[in-house]
């Protein structure tokens, strides 16, 4: 019962940590795009406005995170017996479509604007673009912080927001910087810097998609969460080894199916003990644990 409780807390916790992280990230990202649009209409600036682009998908994708998380928090019911974990990563994928849609509006403009004749972005505009990837660069290491400490993959998917964002900025700081160094017939590098950053995007896009793509599929990418769970069950009394050991995962929870070996000649009653002690022990042990199953075998030797 006690330890029951003690897991709810932890779940309890670790959702308000993943919902004020995404407060803060949905925060950040409406400031900036509206920085950033007026920064690049008002300094002849598209890799600003494809900048902007990107930081109002990010807002969109950052409620989807929010709603994510909330949903996947629900504790289990007899229609969801492991809970709505697996909520997580298909909110991922939709991440991922934001990332996706928002890399191809910034290619199709920049493209459009290469082609097309225009006046050189102001010198001002780099100096937002400094706060700018500072502020970004820092926000993606307190949301990549968070998203490991809870084990959440939407709100890694938003941390990589962040990191994207602040490397469009980058690519916009270099092409602007280039245009201005340049002068006249050296205007699109600034868009070219957005084509870059486009790309980027898309690239950041699939290394977020594949970890979400093997959590739903049950990939098995856990050999030093099985490790420790082999040393934990070696430590309860009764325990004489472990067999089997399958982990998948489900929102921010690891759920556990574990064959541990016990003493072949004691009777079932004192065998139920030990796989409740064994239990009781792995998930005292590793809070992020869900469900642990465990099959118990006789040990002949």
């Not at 972005?121 to 937002?128: G, R």
Request: glycine share 6%.
């Amino acid at each position: 019962m006690l330890n029951n409780f003690y897991t709810m807390t932890t779940e309890i916790t670790d959702e308000k940590t993943a919902v004020k992280t995404t407060y803060f990230s949905i925060i950040g990202n409406t400031s900036l795009a509206l920085i950033k649009g007026f920064a690049g209409f008002f300094g002849n600036s598209y890799a600003l406005v494809a900048d902007a682009i990107e930081s109002t998908t990010d807002i969109f994708a950052s409620f989807l995170v929010l709603f994510g998380i909330k949903y996947a928090s629900r504790p289990a019911d007899d229609n969801h017996p492991y809970g709505h974990g697996r909520a997580e990563p298909l909110i991922t994928f939709l991440v991922v479509a934001f990332l996706i849609t928002s890399a191809c509006i910034i290619a199709y403009e920049s493209v459009q604007h290469i082609g097309t004749p225009h006046s050189l972005p102001k010198p001002w505009t780099l100096y937002f673009l400094g706060g700018i990837i500072i502020w970004k660069e820092l926000s993606y290491r307190l949301v990549i912080r968070k998203s490991k400490e809870i084990n959440s993959s939407s709100l890694k998917a938003d941390a990589w927001h962040h990191r994207s964002d602040a490397i469009t900025s980058v690519s916009a700081f270099i092409g602007i910087s280039i245009a201005l160094y340049c002068g006249k017939g050296y205007e699109s590098a600034d868009d070219w810097a957005a084509l870059f950053a486009s790309a980027f995007i898309l690239y950041n896009s699939y290394l977020i998609f594949r970890p979400a793509l093997g959590e739903i599929m049950d990939e098995h990418t856990y050999d030093d969460l099985v490790e420790e769970i082999r040393l934990v069950a070696l430590t309860v009394e009764g325990v004489k080894g472990t067999e089997k050991c399958f982990i998948r995962k489900a929102g921010m929870k690891y759920h556990v199916d574990l064959h541990a070996r016990v003493d072949a000649h004691i009777t079932v009653k004192d065998g139920h003990t030990i796989a409740h002690n064994l239990k009781d022990e792995l998930r005292s042990k590793n809070k992020s644990l869900g469900h642990v199953l465990i099959h118990i075998e006789p040990n002949e030797s």
